[in-house]
């Protein structure tokens, strides 16, 4: 069996092969993506277990998630030609550390059998620490709490140590409020992730007996990824790898993507500080991508001025250059990816057939997941969400989903139940039991019961009030549900006062789905709930509700788009085969694919917006290293799209393509043509119209002007040398219907595709005020307007 010792040795190349071999003292690798960092990390493991020098659980290799954890765990079998056994230390930072900490937890207070709080018990937990202290959870709320400790704990600050700069923190509280938490953890035999790698940083740094045993027992340390440890995570590993010294970190500069989480890419700089001796290799060839996809990420990243400067370069000629595309909105970009994507299947293009399996749509903000995931179920192309829920399982859609679920259809007590307190409206689990009670004694549902609880006065206090306000709300807008359905008034006149609709309100004027859609969540209280909230993820989470309005266009009301999310859900039993995979552009550190899709190449979705508003660069250059990331993930087709215009709550936006697409190559780029019109799909956005008000004309002129911009204007001029480039034949329409609009006279009729026949009564520039038979008087678009006889 061991005629040949070490076969996978053969694969590398001589540098890689050193880094493998080199197993004594520490080692840096530091080099560029795809440059076969992973593949040397795991022979070397390969290498310590062949040899002898280590027995699988004095290995101690971190990875970064648990996907790259498993896959580290294959490779390494692959290469040994079998299995790999009890290599209980082989994980993540946090997988590692339950087990430490388990093993010593009462050298911090806790008992072995701690729970880990999940980040909802966090937040109810602070919620309790700040109620206790008297303060003000409206005005300090809970997640900017949570996101502050975290950001401490990523420091390894605990509360004794975090410094007095940061005194003035959540209103002067932060470090006592802090403080008090970790006790409350404590009491209850409890700790948060943060705490997973604070708690043993802190034991080995009191402890010198345990942390020389692991020291001792640690015999090798490896790392990936090390560029995004935060200091924690690297003080824990120079803890421990100060016993044998023997430690290899691999890593790129150029790829630290996680700055916003603590990240900090000082560490892989500092390596031969910490360790000295450091034996540093650096490795060039990339083994990953065309030469045209290696020279497109090359050229983005040496945008940059902080970083070390490496120059890959790749065997791999020929092949497809990075295809570059611009689309008029985000549907029709996820329509032609989709298309590409069955294209790419059946072997079209000139190119061998891709499995699924193969292609990657990489986005850099979870919202635009949606677009992708709508038009796949649509077209039944199987896909999967990597590193994160699905869209329509995330928590604030399915919140804000069962607020339209009680709204359509108010004896669904399950919807009810998740969100008759949240927002928190003070009405905790007595409260809900009493309903429950209620509701039970009576035979309805809970929202009745709730009304029938205020009628008689079983309930007091300011969680009464709320309760009301709540129970009023869901029924004004069921009521406008019913009306958007065509159906008759429920308001009931008999003699108990279950009246389901405040007749001092009347529905003055017909709404739009997507209207009642938005006063929900604003109305309710949701979406400032996520406004107030601090933590890194909040943005995201505004993001994903507005996306979620978007959702609503394409369809004719509530009931109709719950009725579609319910089939998608339940398509959702897990098939096995083929599938493209969605990501972030951060879950996919350290993946690669055979086609990637880089989608939203916009200013102000990527670079993202927070990063542009920044003063100083750093933002800016963590976005551009993410570019780098999402293009080097290609093996052999690379491609980036941007689009002309996103709907952000039923409003159009433009933008202009990323300055990162400035940032290619000429000569490795080939500019595709948009394919145009796909027929009535923009139909939807007629809504607009009814549904922002005042901002029409301004959004028209947005439109038109895209294509104007400078943006575009360089991506015709590039073009014009390769292939040409037409203009969207849809902002040709939007030309001419523009020099249409004066076509329109006072008084006459019209048709509109959502709100029916109306007449003109006023005309300002494109858009028409109209007084709709059904629908009342709006202003709408021009554009989504026709002459009621044509
Ligand atoms: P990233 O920075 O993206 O994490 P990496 O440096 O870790 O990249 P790997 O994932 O290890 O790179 O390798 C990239 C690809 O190149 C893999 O498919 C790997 O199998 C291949 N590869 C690495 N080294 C060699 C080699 N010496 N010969 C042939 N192929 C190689
Ligand atoms: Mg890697």
Same mark, same amino acid.
């Given at each position: 069996?061991?005629?040949?010792?070490?076969?996978?040795?053969?694969?590398?190349?001589?540098?890689?092969?050193?880094?493998?071999?080199? /197993?004594?003292?520490?080692?840096?690798?530091?080099?560029?993506?795809?440059? *076969?960092?992973?593949?040397?990390?795991?022979?070397?493991?390969?290498?310590?277990?062949?040899?002898?020098?280590?027995?699988?659980?004095?290995?101690?290799?971190?990875?970064?998630?648990?996907?790259?954890?498993?896959?580290?765990?294959?490779?390494?079998?692959?290469?040994?030609?079998?299995?790999?056994?009890?290599?209980?230390?082989?994980?993540?930072?946090?997988?590692?550390? =339950?087990?430490?900490?388990?093993?010593?937890?009462?050298?911090?207070?806790?008992?072995?059998?701690?729970?880990?709080?999940?980040?909802?018990?966090?937040?109810?937990?602070?919620?309790?620490?700040?109620?206790?202290?008297?303060?003000?959870?409206?005005?300090?709320?809970?997640?900017?709490?949570?996101?502050?400790?975290?950001?401490?704990?990523?420091?390894?600050?605990?509360?004794?140590?975090?410094?007095?700069?940061?005194?003035?923190?959540?209103?002067?509280? *932060?470090? %006592?409020?802090?403080?008090?938490?970790?006790?409350?953890?404590?009491?209850?035999?409890?700790?948060?992730?943060?705490?997973?790698?604070?708690?043993?940083?802190?034991?080995?740094?009191?402890?010198?007996?345990?942390?020389?045993?692991?020291?001792?027992?640690? &015999?090798?340390?490896? +790392?990936?990824?090390?560029?995004?440890?935060?200091?924690?995570?690297? /003080?824990?590993?120079?803890?421990?790898?100060?016993?044998?010294?023997?430690?290899?970190? +691999?890593?790129?500069?150029?790829?630290?993507?996680? $700055?916003?989480?603590?990240?900090?890419?000082?560490?892989?700089?500092?390596?031969?500080?910490?360790?000295?001796?450091?034996?540093?290799?650096?490795?060039?060839?990339?083994?990953?991508?065309?030469?045209?996809?290696?020279?497109?990420?090359?050229?983005?990243?040496?945008?940059?001025?902080?970083?070390?400067?490496?120059?890959?370069?790749?065997?791999?000629?020929?092949?497809?250059?990075?295809?570059?595309? #611009?689309?008029?909105?985000?549907?029709?970009?996820?329509?032609?990816?989709?298309?590409?994507?069955?294209?790419?299947?059946?072997?079209?293009? #000139?190119?061998?057939?891709?499995?699924?399996?193969?292609?990657?749509?990489?986005? &850099?903000?979870?919202?635009?997941?949606?677009?992708?995931?709508?038009?796949?179920?649509?077209?039944?192309?199987?896909?999967?969400?990597?590193?994160?829920?699905?869209?329509?399982?995330?928590?604030?859609?399915?919140?804000?989903?069962?607020?339209?679920?009680?709204?359509?259809?108010?004896?669904?007590?399950?919807? !009810?139940?998740?969100? +008759?307190?949240?927002?928190?409206?003070?009405?905790?689990?007595?409260?809900?039991?009493?309903?429950?009670?209620?509701?039970?004694?009576?035979?309805?549902?809970?929202?009745?019961?709730?009304?029938?609880?205020?009628?008689?006065?079983?309930?007091?206090?300011?969680?009464?009030?709320?309760?009301?306000?709540?129970?009023?709300?869901?029924?004004?807008?069921?009521?406008?549900?019913?009306?958007? /359905? $065509?159906?008759?008034?429920?308001?009931?006149?008999?003699?108990?006062?279950? =009246?389901?609709?405040? %007749?001092?309100?009347?529905?003055?004027?017909? +709404?739009?789905?997507?209207?009642?859609?938005?006063?929900?969540?604003?109305?309710?209280?949701?979406?400032?709930?996520?406004?107030?909230?601090?933590?890194?993820?909040?943005?995201?989470?505004?993001?994903?509700?507005?996306?979620?309005?978007?959702?609503?266009?394409?369809?004719?009301?509530?009931? @109709?788009?719950?009725?579609?999310?319910?089939?998608?859900?339940?398509?959702?039993?897990?098939?096995?085969?083929?599938?493209?995979?969605?990501?972030?552009?951060?879950?996919?550190? @350290?993946?690669?694919?055979?086609?990637?899709? /880089?989608?939203?190449?916009?200013?102000?979705?990527?670079?993202?917006?927070?990063?542009?508003?920044?003063?100083?660069?750093?933002?800016?250059?963590?976005?551009?290293?993410?570019?780098?990331?999402?293009?080097?993930?290609?093996? %052999?087709?690379?491609?980036?799209?941007?689009?002309?215009?996103?709907?952000?709550?039923?409003?159009?936006?433009?933008?202009?393509?990323?300055? !990162?697409?400035?940032?290619?190559?000429?000569?490795?780029?080939?500019?595709?043509?948009?394919?145009?019109?796909? #027929?009535? @799909?923009?139909?939807?956005?007629?809504?607009?119209?009814?549904?922002?008000?005042?901002?029409?004309?301004?959004?028209?002129?947005?439109?038109?002007?895209?294509?104007?911009?400078?943006?575009?204007?360089?991506?015709?001029?590039?073009?014009?040398?390769?292939?040409?480039?037409?203009?969207?034949?849809?902002?040709?329409?939007?030309?001419?219907?523009?020099?249409?609009?004066?076509?329109?006279?006072? *008084?006459?009729?019209? !048709?509109?595709?959502?709100?029916?026949? @109306?007449?003109?009564?006023?005309?300002?520039?494109?858009?028409?005020?109209?007084?709709?038979?059904?629908?009342?008087?709006?202003?709408?678009?021009?554009?989504?307007?026709?002459?009621?006889?044509?």
């Amino acid at each position: 069996m061991a005629a040949r010792p070490a076969p996978y040795l053969d694969d590398l190349n001589p540098a890689q092969r050193e880094a493998v071999e080199r /197993l004594d003292g520490p080692v840096l690798m530091l080099a560029g993506a795809g440059t *076969g960092k992973t593949k040397a990390l795991t022979s070397r493991i390969a290498h310590l277990l062949t040899t002898g020098r280590a027995r699988p659980n004095e290995i101690l290799s971190v990875t970064f998630t648990n996907k790259a954890a498993r896959e580290m765990k294959e490779r390494v079998g692959r290469l040994l030609g079998h299995a790999v056994e009890g290599m209980p230390w082989m994980g993540t930072f946090h997988s590692i550390c =339950v087990k430490l900490l388990r093993r010593h937890a009462e050298l911090v207070g806790l008992k072995t059998n701690f729970t880990i709080l999940d980040t909802d018990d966090q937040i109810r937990l602070l919620k309790q620490v700040i109620a206790a202290n008297n303060i003000d959870e409206k005005r300090w709320p809970a997640r900017q709490l949570s996101g502050l400790i975290d950001n401490w704990k990523n420091r390894a600050w605990t509360p004794d140590r975090v410094p007095a700069s940061e005194a003035s923190a959540f209103n002067n509280r *932060g470090t %006592e409020l802090y403080a008090q938490y970790q006790t409350r953890l404590r009491e209850l035999n409890a700790c948060d992730f943060g705490d997973l790698l604070l708690h043993v940083v802190t034991i080995f740094q009191q402890h010198a007996d345990v942390l020389e045993q692991y020291q001792r027992w640690f &015999r090798f340390i490896l +790392v990936d990824e090390y560029q995004d440890t935060n200091v924690a995570q690297y /003080l824990w590993l120079r803890l421990l790898a100060q016993g044998h010294t023997n430690i290899c970190c +691999v890593g790129d500069d150029d790829q630290s993507i996680y $700055g916003w989480r603590g990240a900090e890419v000082g560490n892989i700089l500092r390596f031969e500080k910490d360790f000295p001796g450091a034996h540093v290799v650096r490795l060039e060839q990339n083994y990953r991508s065309t030469a045209h996809i290696l020279a497109a990420a090359s050229s983005v990243i040496r945008g940059n001025e902080n970083r070390l400067g490496k120059e890959l370069w790749t065997e791999a000629q020929g092949g497809e250059k990075v295809r570059l595309i #611009g689309h008029w909105d985000g549907e029709e970009e996820a329509r032609w990816i989709g298309e590409e994507i069955e294209a790419a299947q059946r072997g079209s293009r #000139g190119m061998h057939a891709f499995s699924l399996d193969d292609m990657a749509i990489l986005v &850099r903000a979870s919202h635009q997941m949606r677009a992708f995931e709508d038009r796949f179920l649509t077209i039944g192309l199987p896909y999967r969400v990597i590193g994160g829920p699905r869209f329509y399982e995330r928590l604030e859609i399915r919140d804000a989903m069962a607020y339209f679920r009680l709204v359509v259809s108010p004896e669904d007590d399950l919807a !009810f139940e998740r969100i +008759v307190n949240t927002p928190k409206r003070g009405l905790g689990d007595k409260a809900q039991q009493k309903i429950q009670l209620k509701a039970r004694e009576h035979g309805v549902p809970l929202l009745v019961g709730a009304r029938l609880l205020l009628r008689d006065k079983e309930i007091t206090g300011k969680g009464a009030a709320k309760l009301a306000t709540f129970v009023d709300q869901i029924e004004r807008w069921h009521e406008i549900a019913r009306q958007q /359905l $065509g159906l008759p008034s429920e308001v009931q006149q008999d003699d108990d006062d279950l =009246v389901l609709i405040d %007749e001092d309100k009347p529905l003055s004027r017909a +709404v739009s789905h997507m209207e009642l859609a938005e006063t929900m969540l604003d109305e309710s209280g949701y979406t400032e709930m996520w406004q107030l909230d601090k933590n890194p993820d909040s943005p995201g989470r505004l993001e994903n509700l507005k996306e979620l309005v978007k959702a609503l266009e394409s369809f004719d009301n509530l009931q @109709g788009f719950l009725e579609h999310v319910a089939l998608i859900m339940d398509n959702e039993t897990e098939e096995t085969g083929a599938k493209v995979s969605i990501m972030t552009l951060h879950a996919a550190k @350290g993946l690669e694919f055979p086609a990637v899709f /880089l989608p939203g190449w916009e200013d102000g979705l990527f670079p993202s917006q927070r990063s542009m508003d920044e003063s100083g660069l750093k933002g800016l250059e963590e976005e551009r290293r993410l570019a780098y990331v999402g293009i080097t993930r290609a093996e %052999e087709l690379c491609t980036i799209s941007f689009a002309a215009n996103r709907r952000v709550f039923g409003q159009w936006q433009s933008a202009l393509p990323s300055r !990162f697409i400035d940032e290619l190559p000429e000569a490795h780029v080939e500019i595709l043509t948009p394919p145009g019109l796909y #027929g009535g @799909g923009y139909g939807a956005a007629g809504m607009s119209g009814g549904f922002g008000g005042g901002s029409g004309l301004e959004t028209r002129a947005a439109e038109a002007n895209v294509y104007n911009s400078p943006g575009w204007k360089r991506l015709q001029e590039r073009s014009s040398s390769a292939r040409s480039v037409s203009q969207p034949r849809e902002s040709r329409n939007t030309v001419i219907d523009l020099q249409a609009v004066s076509a329109f006279e006072m *008084g006459e009729r019209i !048709f509109h595709q959502k709100f029916g026949y @109306g007449e003109i009564i006023g005309l300002e520039g494109d858009k028409l005020e109209i007084d709709f038979e059904k629908a009342g008087v709006k202003k709408v678009v021009a554009r989504f307007v026709a002459a009621a006889d044509s």
